[in-house]
């Protein structure tokens, strides 16, 4: 199961497993990890099928429950929840090969979780923005191609980096490296802000966000979040459409071209919603949007920068988790009063 040229995916829903089970068509020995025993069971039977404008095909992974995996592996692709980063960190500590990476190809700063359980050494950032959902057990709907980044935590260029890309370029041909992964990562955390507001209601996610009566929130959230990382000296970097220096301006045409730009991407995606909108409209489950934002949070206090309309966000989250609140435009019109405040 282990060796120097397999790759240990560990999680294997719609990051993880999209990614999985391209690496394998390509030809690269993949072990795949996930606690969904039903999930596992199904690739292991029938083999991991991906369908989507990207082409539709099955391919056969070795997948395994975490309990069952055995041996060390040098490059481990962590595709988990945000709030299930330590733990799933602490369970691939043994089964890392001395001189290992593990890479996160995750939302938020699960980075900075990662290099606390593993430490920073063992760690490369990534940055992900294709769109991808589980549909079934061992059936995945790829929706769109997006960017993807990697990139050492201290910006260093090292050879690992680049065999990590070229590894990527298996699944998405324009992989690359950056000097700037915590730009990537802070520019997707504020692009995010939306995706995470659309769940409040049932609007596709491209229609949320080319919402003119929304335009203030989008603003607001973005803005904040932009606000903080400047205040920790991170420089946000830009991707699919979304543009961070006229969000941090307040250039207003400059917005409205930034959110055409990602409502046309979004529009694009045979995945009309967010993951954070799956978790709580399809799944009826605990999103990671609380992880996610929770570093930031950190960092504003830290900073004394203010950040009310992702805070308000977070809790009207939480208040659907727990069952206080219902989707819909009365959520999203609470929020928009907190983003106008």
Not at 71 to 93: Q, S
Request: proline share 4%; aromatic share 6%.
């Amino acid at each position: 199961m282990s060796g120097d040229d397999t790759v240990l995916v560990w999680g294997g829903g719609a990051v993880g497993g999209t990614v999985a089970a391209y690496l394998a068509r390509a030809g690269h020995p993949v072990t795949l990890v996930d606690r969904d025993a039903a999930h596992v069971a199904a690739i292991n039977e029938a083999g991991l099928s991906v369908r989507g404008p990207e082409g539709d095909f099955t391919v056969r992974v070795d997948a395994v429950r975490p309990q069952q995996l055995a041996g060390r592996f040098a490059t481990v692709l962590l595709a988990v929840k945000a709030h299930h980063t330590e733990p799933a960190a602490t369970a691939i500590g043994p089964h890392l090969a001395a001189g290992g990476a593990v890479v996160s190809l995750q939302n938020g700063l699960c980075e900075l979780t990662l290099s606390r359980v593993l430490g920073r050494e063992a760690v490369v950032g990534a940055f992900i923005n294709f769109g991808a959902d589980v549909t079934a057990p061992g059936a995945l709907l790829y929706g769109n191609r997006g960017a993807v980044v990697v990139g050492e935590l201290d910006g260093a260029a090292r050879p690992r980096t680049g065999r990590l890309a070229a590894l990527m370029r298996h699944f998405e041909p324009e992989a690359r490296v950056t000097d700037n992964i915590w730009g990537y990562l802070w520019g997707k955390l504020a692009y995010s802000a939306l995706l995470k507001a659309s769940a409040l209601c049932d609007t596709p996610l491209a229609a949320f966000i080319a919402d003119a009566e929304l335009r203030a929130l989008h603003v607001a959230l973005i803005g904040e979040i932009l606000a903080v990382a400047a205040a920790d000296g991170v420089r946000p970097v830009g991707f699919n459409g979304f543009d961070p220096a006229p969000f941090a301006a307040g250039d207003r045409e400059g917005i409205d071209r930034s959110i055409a730009a990602m409502a046309a991407f979004n529009g694009a995606s045979a995945k009309q919603h967010s993951s954070t909108w799956q978790d709580l409209a399809v799944f009826r489950r605990r999103s990671d949007a609380a992880a996610q934002l929770a570093p930031v949070f950190a960092t504003a206090d830290r900073h004394g920068v203010a950040v009310p309309c992702n805070r308000k966000l977070i809790e009207l989250i939480g208040q659907v988790e727990a069952g206080r609140a219902a989707r819909g435009a009365d959520l999203v019109a609470v929020l928009c009063r907190a983003g106008a405040a």
